[in-house]
C-alpha cells in the first residue's frame, strides 16, 4: 500500500515548480495497485504540455521517491 503522507510530501516538493506557471497538483486517491490520481490546477489543467508534465514529471518523481507508486493519472 502506498503511504499517502508520503506522496503528499513529494507532490509539496514539486509545487513551487508547479506555481512558478500559475498551476498547480491536487491528490485525489490512490488505488490500491498503486495508481495516484491526480487533478492538475490552474494553468496546467488547460496546458498542452500537461501531459508531459504528469508522466515526465510527476510520475517520474513519485515513482523513485515513493515506494509503491506504479503510475500516475489526471483526473
Excluded at 10 to 39: C, F, H, S, Y
Aim: aromatic residues 0%.
Amino acid at each position: 500500500m502506498v503511504d499517502r503522507e508520503k506522496v503528499e510530501s513529494a507532490l509539496n516538493q514539486m509545487r513551487p515548480a508547479l506555481m512558478r506557471d500559475g498551476g498547480n497538483v491536487e491528490l485525489v486517491d490512490i488505488t490500491d495497485d498503486g495508481v495516484v490520481k491526480v487533478k492538475l490546477l490552474g494553468a496546467c489543467g488547460s496546458c498542452p504540455m500537461s501531459i508531459m508534465t504528469l508522466k515526465g514529471g510527476i510520475e517520474v518523481e513519485l515513482r523513485r521517491g515513493v515506494p509503491g507508486v506504479k503510475a500516475v493519472e489526471a483526473v
